[in-house]
Structures are given as structure tokens and as C-alpha cells.
């Protein structure tokens, strides 16, 4: 069973510094990962998703590596702004059933 | 965004009465998830549809039936609402399962007095 862990569970930053999340995964035998956001009382909303053939992913600030073999992936978003604030959440999708397991998220906020 | 309306938003109910919550999709999407979320365990899939009338059960499916009579619908229903199934519950399609983003809907906030 595929175990997603995303430390740490909540990160205070000021305006303007770089954010970086973690996300570590236990079975390498991956299709591929996506990046979430959620913002308090919303859904989710698709930020990037990595194939398993690939080791990054670029979407404007946002910044996401996949290092299969090691069981991580990295999300940087470059100089944070108070609008970061959310929850990010970690989705692997496992090449074996095609169903996503979580991570429990990482709840970012920005001071202004 | 991706068309996706979840109803009701928000319930509150009693323990033993049934409860159907509805996903509605606009995108022609093949596949439906039914997941549930609740602090400190991420989102847990629930039930999942790859076409009309075929569903398959996920991590968390005992106490949840589903149906899917038509593409742009997929019903969670909880036969007899326990206490323990109080939960945010997320509706998700994707084109491709596995290959595709998922996109979800707003969610249901439920209450099971």
C-alpha cells in the first residue's frame, strides 16, 4: 500500500522567501505525482503534475522535482506572496491501479 | 475551472437515515472518484466509476454504495449515516485514469448527529 508523507505538517514564512515542500513516498513503482492546492473551505486545484519519466515540472513560480528511485518530490514556489497561503497537498498515482493516495498536506502561510 | 457542482453543500443529519450526495459533471469525463476528507488523514478515496454502471470500490468503501446511471452523474450514498462518517466528501473527474489531472468539485461538508 502506497504511504505519502508530507513533513512539515505547517511552514510560517514572510513575504518575498522561497517555500520549499516536501513529499516522500514509499513504493517507487509510480505513473506519476501531482501538486495540490487547497484554500480553506475549497476544493482542490491542480497545481502541476509530474509523469514518472520526468524530474521536473515548471509551472510561473512554481517549481516541482520527482526523484522516483528515492521515494520525493520537492514543490518550490519562488518569492512567496501572501496569495500562497493554502494547504499543499501531495498525490502519488500508483502504476498499479491507477488510484491516487494523499499525503496529509502542508498548510503554508505568508506574512505580509 | 473544470464544470463540476457537488449538492447538497452542506447536510447535517441523524445517525440511521440515509444519505445520497450527487456529483454532476460537464466535461464528458470517463472517470468519477468519490473521496472523503478528515484532518490528519489526507483525502481517502472512497468509490471510483471508469464508465456507466461500472464501479470498483477504493480504500474506504464499507458504509458507501455509488451509482452511476449516466456520464455526467456519480450518487455516493450512505445507506445508514453513522457518526464516524461525518467528513468533507470530494467529488474528482479525470479523461484518463492515471494519465490525467484530476479536478475537483467544491465538496459537501456532512454532519451525522
Known amino acids: 500500500k502506497q504511504e505519502v508523507t508530507q513533513i512539515p505538517a505547517a511552514l510560517s514564512v514572510p513575504e518575498g522567501e522561497n517555500l520549499v515542500l516536501n513529499c516522500s513516498f514509499t513504493?517507487?513503482?509510480?505513473?506519476?505525482l501531482q501538486w495540490f492546492r487547497q484554500d480553506p473551505g475549497k476544493g482542490l486545484t491542480s497545481l502541476l503534475l509530474i509523469q514518472s519519466s520526468q524530474r521536473e515540472q515548471t509551472s510561473g513560480r512554481l517549481n516541482a522535482s520527482l526523484d522516483k528511485s528515492s521515494g520525493r518530490s520537492t514543490l518550490y514556489i519562488a518569492a512567496s506572496q501572501p496569495g500562497d497561503s493554502a494547504t499543499y497537498l501531495c498525490?502519488?498515482?500508483?502504476?498499479?491501479?491507477?488510484?491516487?493516495?494523499f499525503g496529509a498536506g502542508t498548510t503554508v502561510t505568508v506574512r505580509a | 475551472d473544470a464544470g463540476i457542482t457537488q449538492s447538497p453543500r452542506h447536510k447535517v443529519t441523524e445517525t440511521g437515515t440515509p444519505v445520497t450526495l450527487r456529483c454532476h459533471q460537464t466535461?464528458?469525463?470517463?472517470?468519477m472518484y468519490w473521496y472523503r476528507q478528515d484532518p490528519g488523514h489526507g483525502l481517502r478515496l472512497i468509490h471510483y466509476s471508469y464508465g456507466v454502471k461500472d464501479t470498483d470500490k477504493g480504500e474506504v468503501s464499507d458504509g458507501y454504495s455509488v451509482s452511476r446511471s449516466k456520464t455526467e452523474d456519480f450518487l455516493l450514498t450512505l445507506e445508514s449515516a453513522t457518526s464516524s462518517q461525518t467528513s468533507v466528501y470530494f467529488c474528482?473527474?479525470?479523461?484518463?485514469?492515471?494519465?490525467?489531472?484530476?479536478?475537483f468539485g467544491p465538496g459537501t461538508r456532512l454532519t451525522v448527529l
Open positions: 498525490a502519488v498515482n500508483s502504476s498499479n491501479d491507477y488510484k491516487l493516495s
Open positions: 466535461e464528458n469525463h470517463r472517470y
Open positions: 474528482a473527474i479525470s479523461g484518463l485514469a492515471g494519465a490525467d489531472t484530476q479536478y
Open positions: 513504493d517507487s513503482a509510480i505513473y506519476n
